[in-house]
């Protein structure tokens, strides 16, 4: 993968008091026949087509640092997957910046928190959403010790709980460079996909996020390379880019690599 990408930190500032305050835009939801909601169409399509020997019945989507969109782009794949007929679970496995709650309107006075520290049960955190088949796990009440608690062997039973009962499991994780989390989740799950905005992302915190992964002999599935616009784009990927807000998704396959 290749990047050309730089941002303020004011602005990255902004879009993360937003998300945090009003949640993301599920726009999936509000407008299904959009053209963005067909790019979220594409990206799940060639999610599903990155592995194809091998069902995915766990994913994580992160990103190098915060605000850079994993959480619009997670909560929005998970809807047009939801929206095939599969029952997906989605759940907020950022517990010290949490905005899933938020998005779908719902409680967070328990959540995934709460039941890795064994004061809830799995009935009580999951949550139906106004979306059909999609369910979701908030974070729960912020915890002293968040790597720690994903660590645990509680987090894996859980995983393994919701991956028998639901067809999807998809984790909305903490960026990488900021905390060990989601390291410690990518080796949990069947693969990951790092969200990449272009104009935002660093290039070399890209690059160290992904080195980390592979470190911990993360899945990564590829990327996605959200907040493109045509002219951003300039036809370097190819013909990859689908137009609008939302970008394509990039394999991270043999033609990728010698991008980097």
């Known amino acids: 993968m290749a990047f050309s990408l730089f941002k303020t930190k004011k602005q990255k500032q902004k879009l993360d008091n937003t998300s945090l305050k009003y949640g993301v835009g599920l726009v999936t939801y509000t407008d299904p026949k959009g053209q963005?909601?067909?790019?979220?169409?594409?990206?799940?399509?060639?999610?599903?087509?990155?592995?194809?020997?091998?069902?995915?019945?766990?994913?994580?989507?992160?990103?190098?640092?915060?605000?850079?969109?994993?959480?619009?782009?997670?909560?929005?794949?998970?809807?047009?997957?939801?929206?095939?007929?599969?029952?997906?679970?989605?759940?907020?496995?950022?517990?010290?910046?949490?905005?899933?709650?938020?998005?779908?309107?719902?409680?967070?006075?328990?959540?995934?928190?709460?039941?890795?520290?064994?004061?809830?049960?799995?009935?009580?955190?999951?949550?139906?959403?106004?979306?059909?088949?999609?369910?979701?796990?908030?974070?729960?009440?912020?915890?002293?010790?968040?790597?720690?608690?994903?660590?645990?062997?509680?987090?894996?039973?859980?995983?393994?709980?919701?991956?028998?009962?639901?067809?999807?499991l998809i984790l909305d994780a903490p960026p990488v460079n900021t905390v060990t989390d989601a390291q410690v989740l990518a080796a949990r799950v069947d693969g990951t996909i790092l969200v990449v905005p272009q104009g935002i992302a660093d290039k070399a915190g890209v690059k160290h996020a992904k080195e980390a992964l592979e470190t911990v002999n993360a899945n990564i599935l590829g990327a996605i390379m959200n907040r493109v616009t045509e002219q951003k784009s300039g036809g370097y990927y190819g013909g990859s880019y689908y137009g609008g807000y939302y970008g394509g998704y990039y394999g991270t396959d043999e033609k990728d690599k010698e991008k980097e």
């Open 36 to 168: 963005v909601s067909e790019q979220f169409k594409t990206v799940r399509t060639n999610i599903q087509f990155s592995s194809i020997d091998k069902k995915l019945n766990s994913i994580m989507f992160t990103s190098s640092d915060p605000s850079e969109g994993k959480s619009t782009v997670s909560n929005n794949v998970a809807v047009t997957w939801a929206d095939q007929g599969s029952t997906v679970v989605l759940v907020d496995a950022d517990l010290r910046r949490p905005t899933v709650h938020k998005t779908f309107g719902l409680s967070n006075r328990k959540g995934l928190s709460s039941y890795l520290l064994g004061n809830a049960t799995l009935e009580e955190i999951v949550q139906p959403t106004v979306v059909d088949n999609l369910f979701v796990i908030t974070s729960g009440p912020v915890p002293p010790n968040p790597s720690e608690l994903l660590g645990s062997m509680r987090t894996q039973d859980l995983m393994v709980r919701l991956v028998d009962k639901y067809d999807l």
